[in-house]
């Protein structure tokens, strides 16, 4: 009877069971808070251009090129978070099916099955898909870009449609973050090392140099990139969702660090074999490239490699008991694999917890009370974010980018007398200029609100501006009696 069921009917069903669930049980949330800032300006550009509205969306910065897989978006369900949500649950299951593809021939069904089943629960997984992060539409992207390498390693042609959707592909992944990078470089090596034609070989290497060098002069995508950061504290998302309220603590520090010392043994002992292939050289890559700039799309390419090649090391070692029944041949690895689920569901139970009763980060509780200031239409309304997509999806008001650096506190309010509100993370060292000079403004802003977030600075509009800080002082009068100066 199962016989007869068509192959593409268990993935199209398991994606409903699982989607489903998601939605059910609160693990996905349709509030306008915790998106991705690149995510919701490429979200905007579409709903905005779908609707004819007036955006100032278009002078925040270029964004990634994500912006063309949300067209449809824009066009069927502009301005709805439940299909951008849903869209992304459609992303990230696909995401799963290319690493469950790749596992298999790595290594076997076995591994494919179970690491898989544990990335669809994991909460950083979770978390990806709730601020429709750059992790998961990475993944996804690269996905297809490996299937549709395989499509164009099987025409005669040079140039076929293959080839351009190939070309589109690469410049996405390039612009959604850097370790997009590690596609073009790792699909480059793979046509050196097995081309399937001279001319075939040729066009790729120009098609990629182009595409790559176009993406990069365009400085399109990577906002909001934190280079040289601390590649620790992403990693312990992998096994430990934060208190979104609070900032992490020695806790999640220690946590971070045993992940990493695990990312090393896993690496230690599959390293070689992940070079094998295309999409292991893939992933080494990006791994590489993203350890400059760590967050939790790096961490999310790190869950790959452990959660794939942990599996597959828990059975070679299983295997090495000398017991010749289920319990002595994958005894330990079942054990160990329902251990991690348990705690996997456990996290999720959390972040469901912390969507259901509506706790925020800290910047996103900062972006609410701003919502607070703009809750009444008929108040003016323009304010400057350091997040100006999140920030503007919230609030639905007009919202603008924070100004640029100033010469002087004179200069700042010339630029920002027209504002209404300022909201920026007021303890960012790059920020620390902005901050000064908005503390200098004492008599035309008001505080209305500082966290460990950010902080919330109204402006003045009706208040005459202050007397610049570069204005000529002028000379005492002279004093009874006393002669006067001479003049040069």
């Known amino acids: 009877m199962l016989d007869r069921v068509p192959n593409y009917v268990w993935p199209v069903a398991t994606l409903i069971c699982w989607g ?11 509030t306008p808070f915790g998106l991705d800032e690149g995510a919701a300006r490429a979200l905007l550009l579409n709903w905005s251009t779908s609707d004819q509205i007036a955006n100032p969306v278009f002078i925040f910065q270029i964004p990634d090129f994500r912006a063309l897989l949300f067209i ?5 369900w502009s301005g709805s978070m439940l299909a951008a949500k849903v869209f992304t649950i459609m992303v990230a299951f696909v995401a799963v099916l290319a690493l469950y ?39 996804f992207i690269v996905g297809l870009g490996l299937w549709v390498d395989a499509k164009f390693r099987t025409q005669e042609r040079t140039i076929t449609g293959w080839y351009f959707v190939l070309m589109i592909l690469t410049a996405i992944t390039i612009t959604i973050h850097p370790m997009g990078l590690a596609f073009p470089m790792a699909l480059a090596w793979q046509w050196y090392r097995a081309p399937v034609g001279k001319k075939h070989q040729q066009h790729i290497f120009i098609g990629l140099a182009i595409t790559t060098g176009i993406m990069l002069a365009m400085g399109a995508g990577w906002i909001a990139i934190d280079w040289f950061g601390n590649p620790v504290l992403p990693l312990a998302h992998i096994i430990y969702s934060f208190y979104p309220a609070e900032p992490p603590g020695e806790e999640e520090m220690v946590l971070g660090t045993l992940g990493f010392i695990l990312l090393l043994v896993i690496l230690l002992y599959i390293g070689k074999e992940l070079t094998r292939s295309l999409p292991g050289r893939t992933l080494l890559s990006a791994l590489a490239i993203g350890l400059f700039c760590a967050d939790a799309a790096w961490a999310l390419v790190a869950q790959i490699v452990i959660i794939y090649g942990g599996v597959e090391l828990l059975i070679r070692a299983n295997r090495k008991l000398p017991v010749n029944n289920f319990f002595g041949q994958r005894g330990i690895a079942t054990f160990a ?10 996290m999720d139970r959390a972040h469901a917890h912390n969507l259901a009763n509506n706790i925020l980060d800290p910047v996103d509780q900062i972006i609410d009370q701003l919502r607070a200031e703009a809750a009444n239409p008929d108040k003016p309304f323009r304010a400057a974010s350091q997040w100006p997509a999140r920030t503007m999806i919230a609030v639905r008001r007009d919202v603008l980018p924070l100004p640029p ?8 309010w010339k630029n920002i007398k027209s504002l209404s509100h300022i909201v920026f993370a007021h303890n960012d060292p790059r920020h620390h200029n902005l901050a000064e000079q908005l503390a200098e403004l004492i008599t035309v802003t008001q505080t209305l609100a500082v966290d460990s977030g950010g902080a919330i600075i109204a402006i003045k509009s009706d208040t005459p501006p202050p007397v610049p800080t570069s204005a000529p002082i002028p000379a005492p009068a002279p004093l009874p009696g006393s002669a006067p100066a001479a003049r040069p």
């Open 337 to 346: 694999v329902f251990v991690l689920l348990f705690w996997f569901m456990q």
């Open 72 to 76: 449809p978006l824009g066009i069927y």
């Open 405 to 412: 650096p100033m010469p002087d506190s004179a200069t700042l």
């Open 101 to 139: 593809r790749w596992s298999r021939v790595q290594w076997n069904d076995e591994v494919a099955l179970v690491a898989s089943g544990l990335f669809l629960v994991a909460p950083l997984t979770l978390m990806q898909i709730d601020a429709m992060d750059q992790g998961i539409y990475l993944i």
């Open 20 to 30: 489903g669930a998601l939605l059910l049980l609160g693990l996905v949330g349709f």
